[in-house]
């Protein structure tokens, strides 16, 4: 499942494409949303975001496009030509004279209007997005020092939208490796600069995997590691997918276990 970076890049694919423009076709997949596509036609898209690992498309009428891509959901976005070629389920379409956005296969779509999107099930429970512009150290520290969360779990926290929204599952090895803390550990056990630590760490890897297109790791060290030839699977994570490779901070080999049901992956020699 794609996580907040890989969702905002999309987002931003998708917006550059049709926002702003009219959309001169509008097409759902599902029968139940069928009759919102002539309605939504001729209407001018004004607005593409993501929140946590959803999509919202905002047109000119108030009427807000909801889409979770959940495990199976695929966008195609084409700036000219016709639709792409695939063997996959189109659920939505959406043509301007500028481009088109293709959605395959997710079944979670929703026309909302603005009080549903308020109320929405999936949205109203996120947390503040990692990567929306207000969203600063202060905004991530206050989440961290929340009284209510304190004996949550790091490895469980770490995976919920609630707690802060576009976190996942590579997110949670590589901010809990870069600051240094063990998943077992909960909020209230963490001191003033742990805290700090995982505020900062927690802000910074989403934001630079945005940037970079999945990069986690120290920067100079990917440049360095590309340029020696290593593989980019190898080079854009410092902990992730590394099980029995050696921590680029202290040399003990990272191991892998499970984690909330997910694959973690952890070195002792530094995440104590
Ligand atoms: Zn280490």
Redesign the pocket.
Known sequence: MPEGPEVHRQADQIRDAIAGEVARHVYFGQPRLRAAGPALTGQRVLAVRAAGKAFLIEFEDARTVYVHLQLYGKWLVRKRGGPPKTSRTLRLQIDTDQGSAFLYSASEIAVLDPEEVAEHGYLSKLGPDLLAPETDLETVLARIRDPELGRRRLGNLYLDQGFLAGLGNYLRTEILHEARLHPDWRLCDLDGWESRRLAKATLALPQRSYETGGITNDLARAARLKAEGVKRRAYRWQAFARAGKP?Y??G?EIERCEDAGRRLYI?Y???E
Do not use: D, K, L, P
Request: glycine share 12%; aromatic share 0%.
């Open positions: 921590c901070r202290c003990a070195c020699g530094c995440q």
